[in-house]
Each structure stands twice: as C-alpha cells, then as structure tokens.
C-alpha cells in the first residue's frame, strides 16, 4: 500500500504492485488478495500529537481489524523499543504510547503476529547483526537497513525485539 500515486513508478519497476491507500480513511480494498501484512507506516516526526494518534495508532488498529476480517495468515507490526514504559520515553511519550496501543490491539486480536521494536534508527550502514528476546530494557541505536530486512524475516518467524549487537 503507498500514499501517494506519484510512488506507482517507483514500485511498477520493482515489478511491485499497489493500492493506494490513506491510513486515515478506508483503506480496506488494499486487503483484497493478500494473506500477510507487514505494518511499517508512520506519521513521521514533523507531525503533532493529532496525526501521530490517527496514523501510529488508529490506523494501525483499522489494518489489524481488516487483516482480521480477510482472515490473514500473519500481521508483523513495526512499533518502536519503549512500549512497556512509555511514560520514560520523554518528547517522545505521546509517539511510544500510540505504538503501545497499536500493539496491544493487534495482540488481543485473533491473528497470528510478530511485533518488531527497534531502538533508535539510524542512517548507518548496516552491520547485518541483529540481538533478539522478548522484551529489551536498554536503549541504543540499529541502522534502518538492518531493521528492514526483520519484518520480512517475521513473516515466518516469531520474533518480538530487535536490537544492534555493535554499539
């Protein structure tokens, strides 16, 4: 699912096809003819508590219910490390406690799940080493290109946290 029909080209080449859709509005039409979803979408950090809550967090849920209706196979939720404490997460509370209610959402749902929460993304270049548990309580950083390739990884395996070995 893109956004925007100016990214139709982009994923045409890539031989990928598309659905737009709008996190904010009815995108149930982008669950027809699939069995898996990888979540990964983000009102992103130039935006206020108001889009962060409708994207982060209601939209979110509102793909949840649609995997659910469609009977998917998997939902592999991208949220972010500090859920189980967001109230620590400083500037970032209101962002870390949408996540938090998008991912307890998805795991009181009927569905099978992976939820993948990276520490603080970089533009670094990957290491290819990623730590995994269940819940991690330090923080640090993971290159974005490592945390890409997890969720794909997730469509088959459970696996809950992320985190870089190298620091």
Do not use: W
């Amino acid at each position: 699912m893109i956004r925007k029909v100016e990214q139709t080209e982009f994923f045409n080449k890539l031989g990928v096809e598309t659905c737009i859709g709008d996190l904010e509005q009815d995108f149930s039409n982008c669950f027809n003819c699939i069995d898996k979803v990888i979540f990964a979408a983000g009102s992103g950090s130039k935006t206020g508590p108001e889009k962060t809550t409708s994207v982060d967090q209601e939209g979110a849920k509102r793909a949840v219910n649609y995997a659910e209706k469609n009977k998917l196979k998997k939902f592999v939720m991208l949220s972010s490390i500090g859920t189980y404490q967001p109230e620590k997460a400083g500037d970032l509370e209101h962002y870390i406690r949408a996540k938090k209610e998008a991912d307890e959402y998805l795991r009181k749902s009927k569905l099978s799940f992976s939820i993948v929460q990276p520490e603080g993304l970089t533009n670094e270049k990957a290491s290819g080493k990623v730590k995994m548990a269940k819940q991690l309580s330090d923080y640090g950083s993971i290159s974005r290109t490592d945390v890409a390739h997890i969720p794909i990884e997730c469509l088959t395996d459970d696996v809950l946290l992320i985190k870089n070995l190298l620091k």
